[in-house]
T-cell receptor
């Protein structure tokens, strides 16, 4: 079945360090992989996404890599700041009418 | 552009009642997807509407239903509420659905007593 595994479930780093979150998907038909940041009391906010025809994408301090053969993708945040503290979700789209399959989330804590 | 809006933001109901939640997508977006978020199950897909038609449905019982209007606004309805229906209900809009980028609203927090 369709499944996305996300690790770790919690991650604590010092301000200025890098953070890496990893996800693995099961449906090889998946072709779109967004990452969302969710702060307390808010809806998920898109931070970066990647499509299956690209291996890596970067936007300032945030980058995402995709390995289609291994069916895994990762989020990299460099020079972390306290305001990066939130829950991060990866997702995969099996190209089925607006459906996203989400990972279980990673609670990132950046300590000043 | 205004973002996705959801009303109401908070709702308290009792078991057996029904509830209707509303979602207004970003202007120009024609696809609306609904998700349920709980601590135990995470974010789960409910259904997606495009041009007033349900195109895809997740694994939820028939008590969960939805519809979309000609202006792309969408509603979801849950009948015969159960305690386990307590959750944050999120809607997301995208221009055409499929693998388009989805933008989420703030959600409706439903508590069933």
């Amino acid at each position: 079945g369709e499944n996305v595994e996300q690790h770790p479930s919690t991650l604590s780093v010092q301000e200025g360090d890098s953070a890496v979150i990893k996800c693995t998907y099961s449906d090889s038909a998946s072709n779109y992989f967004p990452w969302y940041k969710q702060e307390l009391g808010k809806g998920p906010q898109l931070i970066i996404d990647i499509r299956s025809n690209v291996g890596e994408k970067k936007d300032q301090r945030i980058a995402v890599t995709l390995n289609k053969t291994a069916k895994h993708f990762s989020l990299h945040i460099t020079e972390t700041q306290p305001e990066d503290s939130a829950v991060y979700f990866c997702a995969a789209s099996p190209n089925q009418g607006g459906k996203l399959i989400f990972g279980q989330g990673t609670e990132l804590s950046v300590k000043p | 552009k205004a973002g996705v809006t959801q009303t109401p933001r908070y709702l308290i109901k009792t078991r057996g009642q029904q509830v209707t939640l509303s979602c207004s997508p970003i202007s120009g977006h024609r696809s609306v997807s609904w998700y349920q978020q709980t601590p135990g199950q995470g974010l789960q897909f409910l259904f997606e509407y495009f041009s007033e038609t349900q195109r895809n449905k997740g694994n939820f019982p028939g008590r969960f239903s939805g519809r979309q209007f000609s202006n792309s606004r969408s509603e979801m309805n849950v009948s015969t509420l159960e305690l386990g229906d307590s959750a944050l209900y999120l809607c997301a809009s995208s221009p055409l659905g499929g693998s388009d980028t989805q933008y989420f609203g703030p959600g409706t927090r439903l508590t069933v007593l």
